[in-house]
């Protein structure tokens, strides 16, 4: 028996690994035809611009209360740090692209330039995003940032899933701004 299954165990490694490149093309053509437009949108672009704005003078130690104080309000009745993010018209915006995703597109978030929360379609598990590959690895990128996450079992839905994240740039004059996050359903682009 253990001689069968090593000698089935490269073919479920190749199939495994046809699967995974087949799953970036969706996500890549996912992200050009859907997700791109979102980027430069001008709800998302104005309220980056304007909590740039309000947040320049931050430094870690804001940003350390201001991540604590939202992690503490998750799932709480009372949400000050929170609220602010999620009721707004860049976050109306993301709910309705997540809506009219069918399915598609399980959550979206977009950061400012500090990788702070801006705007999300329903609460993330923390305020700053600015420590995790999603925003370092893309911001710092410009115009050309993009990162395609590993596909996960999300636990609380049971549903496989990915993040793609884009850095989002002012049209005016191609400056990165912030980034902007998409959970995306892996089987419904298989």
């Known amino acids: 028996m253990v001689r069968r299954f090593s000698l089935?165990?490269?073919f479920a490694l190749m199939a495994s690994m046809a699967n995974a490149a087949d799953?970036?093309?969706?996500e890549e053509a996912y992200l050009n035809a859907s997700i791109r437009p979102w980027?430069?949108?001008p709800a998302l672009v104005e309220a980056i611009k304007a909590a740039n704005a309000e947040r320049a003078a931050y430094d870690q130690a804001k940003i350390d209360e201001l991540d604590a104080a939202w992690k503490a309000e998750v799932g709480a009745a009372a949400q000050p740090t929170i609220s602010p993010v999620l009721t707004n018209a860049a976050s109306d915006f993301l709910r309705a692209q997540v809506e009219a995703s069918a399915?598609?597109?399980?959550e979206a978030f977009v950061t400012d330039a500090k990788g702070l929360n801006v705007a999300a379609s329903e609460p993330t598990s923390d305020f700053w995003q600015g420590d995790e590959p999603k925003f370092s690895e893309v911001f710092t990128k410009g115009k050309d940032g993009v990162l395609f996450s590993d596909v996960e079992l999300d636990e609380s839905t049971q549903i496989y899933s990915g993040q793609i994240s884009v850095t989002i740039t002012d049209p005016a004059t191609g400056e990165a701004?912030?980034?902007l996050t998409v959970g995306v359903n892996a089987e419904s682009l298989m």
């Open 8 to 10: 089935l165990l490269p």
């Open 23 to 26: 799953f970036q093309a969706a």
């Open 103 to 106: 399915g598609a597109v399980t």
């Open 177 to 179: 701004i912030g980034t």
């Open 39 to 41: 980027a430069s949108d």
